[in-house]
């Protein structure tokens, strides 16, 4: 699976991994794809540093690349602290009440806060780059928005091609002229952050919007006749998270929640603020259900809601609630029904392509 | 384009063209696809057999199918007047508000009532049957549900193989348990009746489910490369409504309308119970706001709410009164940009196809 994009990024084949886990990142570029770490939960710069040490020594030399999340709006001089001000003691009290609904048990003290996700915030997402810069980078990642211009450049100075998330052609667009050189078109099927339009129709816009800027595919792509699908729609390579998520590789907070996710099917997921305050698909759980209750409070938008529900979440995960345990991740999660490696996942992907292609072949009379 | 199905119903390409316009269905069939002829709006059983008898001279003996609309719960002698009767007066006086608040004339008399929709009623749907079983159909095809049993067997013992829309790969095992022949996948991205799972994950599921039964993949489907992708997810053909809505042979019943579809974009839907009671995709207008908006009185269920507003969208059509101007469409429609003929659009299709294999082959090496 070989497109302009794979080559000049050095991979055999046209498949990139997003996930949170170094040693999933590691696999996926030792298949030949290219394994993207997201950076969003490290909130100390020399965890990050260490994981890309073992990244180093985990790939034979392979390019993997690193994802952040760094919002273009720039917010001076903004701590975590002033953030957390400005949360609402209602929403403070809610999120209280539901857990203690549930009969959440407290943290004990020194216990990690894990999902305390401050790395959208600019500061944070800046120390992270000055440490990825320091490690040879195949490939930076941004989830929401185009980068700061300046990071654009650094990145371009040290040959580090930036590539950035889109849900509609609109924002591809604003990425091109924002110098990115890479655009993932994600469908209203993709776990986490998504627009309103579906894969189907999306992947082709997009494309059409920034030729000739290559774009990957992402949403819904789970098995190697939805990567033919994705290359069918135009694009240069695909995007997957989900899928991951379920692999030997992984390192999930919570066997229940692996559980949950193999048993779930593809109507279980939900578009919901609760965890970030922007629309992210995930698992629907009780916790994403009292978030739209009426009589709730309702979410904030970003980065408050998110730093007000990080140690709910870790609790949650910590004491596997299963009401409210939950993770994002896109409709594809029907189709994962047991836990493989990651090779074998990726196998999978490439003979299923081969599969679907000669399948096609077939019917345009090619055989 | 040959898969097993398209030579089982004898057509060239396995593409599948629902529109309620004989000319247009007529033109899908002629150019080598299956026209389906969409018979909901159809109140009077003699109409519908001068439409039939009018594909019959304008078909070239080439195959073409009806589509139906019937509910698979069945509701003894009830009448239109039995169902007018349960619209509660509130709905009436919010019509009426609407209307007024944007000028809209009332009809006058001896005014055709074109989109009173009452063909979903199954005595309507079974005097079109009546009819509809005289000509020699190649295909029927269910928009809701599964047909009633006798329906099915009917069907099947005049040779006339019978397909249904699914938005789940639950509603499918129901159509295969029903004796359905061809399960038409009907993406989140479709335009008319959607559910919410995106047509990448939704077509190879309920390939999977119904295997060895056909399916067509439907929902964002208007351009070549998006029928290979419909393709390359399993599907045995591809089933579109929304590309044809802007075709030469249409005949929409208001050129603003059409304006208003060659404008808009693939953010430019809504997937809204306003027009029927079930959430059906449409462009998003002022209409459709209003039944969103938090001081109405929100929808009726089907099929209240399509004979609550029926003549009130026959009116805005009649006096064109564009912001409340809509029309069942999927997110395809932000790539309708041209009035192009059928035949037109069709080239388009099959090309497309071969240009994305082409492509695709080449990314796999087969060169």
């Known amino acids: 699976m070989e497109t302009e994009l794979s080559k000049r990024l050095g991979i055999e084949h046209a498949i990139f991994g997003f996930t949170p886990f170094p040693a999933v990142a590691a696999a996926i570029s030792r298949a030949g794809g290219m394994g993207v770490l997201g950076a969003v939960r490290y909130t100390a710069p020399d965890e990050l540093a260490r994981s890309l040490e073992w990244m180093e020594a985990h790939t034979d030399g ?17 701590t975590e602290a002033d953030v957390e001000a400005m949360i609402p ?5 809610y999120v209280r009440d539901v857990l203690a609904k549930y009969g959440v048990p407290e943290l004990e003290p020194g216990d990690p806060t894990g999902w305390r996700i401050t790395g959208w ?23 929401l928005g185009s980068p700061p ?29 924002a110098g990115i050189d ?16 579906g894969g189907m129709v999306l992947v082709p816009e997009v494309v059409r919007a920034v030729d ?29 998270g989900s899928v991951w998520l379920t692999t030997t590789e992984a390192e999930l907070p919570s066997s229940a929640l692996v559980r949950k996710l193999l ?43 998110g730093l007000l529900v990080a140690d709910a979440i870790t ?16 409709q594809i999660v029907g189709q994962m029904r047991e836990v493989r490696s990651v090779q074998a996942v990726f196998d999978d992907l490439t003979r299923g392509f081969e599969r679907a292609l000669t399948r096609m072949n077939r019917i345009a009379g090619r055989t």
């Open 315 to 330: 609790r949650i995960q910590k004491y596997e609630v299963e009401p409210l345990l939950g993770t994002p991740v896109g």
């Open 62 to 78: 392979r390019p993997y690349g690193l994802d952040v999340v760094m919002p273009a709006k720039k917010v001076e001089g903004v």
């Open 182 to 197: 890479i655009v993932v078109a994600q469908g209203y099927e993709a776990g986490g952050h998504t627009g309103e339009i």
């Open 212 to 240: 000739p800027l290559p774009v990957l595919a992402a949403g819904g792509i789970g098995t190697g006749e939805q990567v033919a699908a994705g290359l069918a729609l135009g694009a240069q390579g695909v995007w997957l």
């Open 121 to 143: 915030m600019e500061q944070v997402a800046r120390s992270q780059l000055d440490v990825a810069f320091e490690f040879p980078i195949g490939l930076l990642a941004n989830a």
């Open 149 to 177: 211009a300046d990071v654009v450049q650094r990145a371009h100075e040290l040959g580090v091609p930036v590539a950035a998330l889109a849900g509609s052609a609109r924002h591809a667009r604003h990425h091109q002229e």
């Open 89 to 93: 003691e209602g929403h403070r009290h």
């Open 263 to 305: 048993a779930a099917g593809s109507g279980d997921t939900v578009r919901s603020r609760a965890l970030t305050g922007k629309p992210a698909r995930q698992l629907r759980t009780e916790w994403t259900d009292a978030w739209e209750a009426p009589d709730g409070p309702g979410t904030l938008p970003m980065p408050l809601q």
